[in-house]
């Protein structure tokens, strides 16, 4: 088969080269849920604000998997817990996402009262929607980790419509 060009369409722009920059500017136009990852560890709160979380990875077993940094300094406790609760965050929690992805851990939880199992999985209340997971596998991509984590359990209730990233920005999803 013998495709041709149609020549009332624009011509592809030339493509940038894949710098960091321009990666991230790119990938700024896909909009990302934002996710929070959470455990207690010896009776204190830990966690990471995610936009990478990907749902649907699997079914049959039920899967999600999350991109981590390999330079962040939280993945390395939070992968040992054996459940990690992960909170969808709503768009009312703006605030909260940039409070939990402090630099400063001393104030991440400042004002919040988590809710924890038995077996330490913490998820932030008035959230959009609950899962909770324990470490499947990991596969190292890059300059991330990818964390496939199985489902354990979920919880949706009509709650807030879910909080995004989406052009270097948080925003809220709207449905018309």
């Known amino acids: 088969m013998t495709l041709l060009a149609d020549p009332t ?6 493509a940038s080269p ?14 990302q849920g934002v996710a929070f990852l959470g455990a207690e560890i010896d009776g204190a709160p ?10 649907g990875v699997s079914l049959d077993p ?9 330079s962040s300094t939280t993945w390395p406790s939070l992968r040992q817990v054996p459940e990690l609760g992960i909170s969808l965050l709503g768009t009312d929690q703006e605030s909260l996402a940039r409070q939990l992805a402090a630099k400063d851990r001393s104030r991440r939880f400042a004002g919040i009262t988590p809710a924890v199992t038995a077996a330490g999985g913490l998820t932030i209340p008035d959230s959009s929607a609950y899962l909770w997971t324990r470490l499947y596998n990991e ?9 496939l984590l199985e489902i354990l359990g979920t919880t949706s209730e009509v709650g807030p419509e879910a909080l995004v990233f989406h052009r270097s920005a ?6 018309s």
Do not use: C, I
């Open 9 to 14: 369409t624009a011509p592809t722009p030339a």
């Open 18 to 31: 894949a710098t960091p920059e321009a990666l991230r500017e790119t990938f700024s136009h896909f909009p």
């Open 139 to 147: 596969v190292e991509a890059g300059d991330h980790t990818v964390a």
């Open 62 to 70: 039920p899967l999600v998997s999350v991109a981590v940094q390999k």
């Open 46 to 55: 830990l966690g990471l604000v995610a936009s990478t979380l990907t749902v």
């Open 170 to 175: 948080f925003k809220g999803m709207r449905v």
